[in-house]
């Protein structure tokens, strides 16, 4: 491991206790490194506003941290356990190519706003794709609302209930996801907020340009206080994750759904070939691993928000316990977005088995609809609700699933869906 950023002259480290500090830290800050060399580069900018560096040297530092971002992406650097972590690997890069010139990137920083800045960019990044990917759905949802309409039992207590269909399956889950994305942007909004130039939680002793800085870097604002700015780290992670974690929610009841109906007892769905794997031992079988795995995805993400929410029992001020936040956010988001991602391909292709969805509908599920007929021609729905209880099995006589769902003229429902409103929130989120 290079030499550290914090060494003091007299003191042995014990490689035992520095692999236990470090964790995967150097490996987990590939993922944010990029944001890092960004966040860098304006720091170097703004010290240069103030003095502490010339404009030669500015020059110098912004030339060598774009050619460090380069070299990273090609593979010509690589950020391994030579690093304790990717803020030490940018720093010692710097000093090795521009002496003590890079020695000085460091002024007025600390470890801790300069970690916070790093994955508050990468967090807005990865909430920026979750309200893309749900967009995509919602898109796709839509698309499959107006150009299916096939009847389809719908279920209460996963007991046949009343005549559905599949547009209204896919109106459910476009509106679902039409608020997942909005959420996305709402808690983007939340965390699109500068720590950087907060130090280690209690300012410096520098006129730091952080309006400039903020500007520079995207944000919508600064954060002011640099207490509350380390208050924050895990509060704005769990946040996210529970963004994260409610678009999986739906996605965990789309995919059991999708369990259900393609099983041979319901036989509803035909998923895409590219959906299902075979089995090891069993030749005839090809399993629905896919959206099984969609539907586990959740329990990552749940993981990583209680992991993060775990570690903040903590007292003002900075605490070496979140470092453990960066693998939560890391490990959820891969797990959760990778999941997101395959759904609009998944909707777009699967098949629906007309044939068998209408084979599933029983006479007594029009039963609601000639109680509330009844109701409509006067009678008091309790004594409508009785007799078609009791004539159930023959309320079917003389109906057809699409004569149900034509009269179904609530707002939303059978021959109302709305797919224009619909349409026009998801447009109101670009």
């Known amino acids: 491991m290079s030499d550290l950023l914090w060494q003091k002259s007299g003191i042995q480290t014990d490689a035992r206790i520095m692999r236990f500090l ?13 944001f890092d060399i960004e966040a860098s580069t304006a720091h170097v900018e703004g010290l ?11 020059s110098d530092l912004s030339r060598e941290l774009a050619l460090l971002g380069d070299d990273f992406r090609t593979g010509t650097f690589v950020l391994d356990d030579r690093f304790e972590d990717g803020h030490s690997a940018i720093e010692a890069r710097l000093i090795e190519r521009l002496g003590d010139t890079g020695g000085k990137v460091h002024s007025g920083r600390s470890r801790n706003d300069q970690v916070l800045v790093a994955s508050r960019l990468w967090l807005k990044s990865k909430l920026l794709e979750l309200s893309s990917i749900c967009a995509a759905v919602a898109n796709v949802c839509i698309y499959r609302a107006e150009r299916d309409v096939l009847p389809m039992p719908g279920y209460t207590h996963l007991q046949r209930a009343v005549v559905s269909s599949t547009a209204m399956w896919f109106a459910a889950f476009a509106e679902a996801f039409i608020d997942n994305a909005w959420r996305a942007r709402q808690t ?5 907020a500068n720590p950087l130039g907060t130090a280690a939680g209690y300012g410096v002793n520098l006129k730091l340009d952080r309006e400039q800085t903020t500007t520079r870097l995207g944000f919508a604002r600064m954060q002011i206080s640099p ?4 208050l924050s780290r895990g509060k704005f992670e769990m946040a996210a994750l529970d963004t994260l974690g409610a678009s999986l929610l739906d996605l965990r009841r789309l995919a059991w759904d999708l369990s259900l109906f393609t099983t041979a007892e319901f036989g509803f769905v035909n998923l895409p070939a590219q959906y299902t794997t075979g089995s090891s031992i069993m030749p005839n079988k090809r ?11 959740y329990a990552s993400v749940a993981a990583a928000r209680t992991e993060i929410e775990q570690l903040l ?28 991602a395959l759904l609009p391909d998944l909707l777009e292709q699967l098949e629906w088995n007309a044939a068998k969805m209408r084979a599933a509908i029983e006479p007594s599920m029009y039963a609601t609809d000639v109680a509330i007929e ?11 609700y009785r007799a078609a209880a009791d004539t159930a099995s023959e ?15 609530s707002p939303g429902s059978g021959a109302d869906l709305r797919l224009d409103e619909l349409r026009d929130r998801l447009a109101g989120l670009r």
């Open 188 to 192: 983007f909004d939340l965390i699109d």
């Open 22 to 34: 470090a964790g995967d830290d150097v490996i987990l800050d590939r993922e944010f490194f990029l």
């Open 48 to 58: 240069a506003r103030i003095g502490i560096l010339n404009q030669q040297e500015c």
């Open 395 to 409: 309320a079917g006589q003389g109906r057809s699933p699409e004569s149900s769902l034509a009269a179904r003229t």
């Open 287 to 297: 399993n629905p691993d896919v959206i099984e795995l969609m539907r586990a995805s």
């Open 313 to 340: 029992s903590l007292p003002t001020g900075y605490q070496r316990d979140v470092q453990a936040s960066k693998g939560s956010i890391f490990h959820g988001f891969h797990r959760g977005l990778d999941a997101l």
């Open 227 to 230: 207490i509350y700015t380390q």
């Open 374 to 384: 009844a109701a409509i021609s006067g009678v008091p729905f309790r004594d409508a």
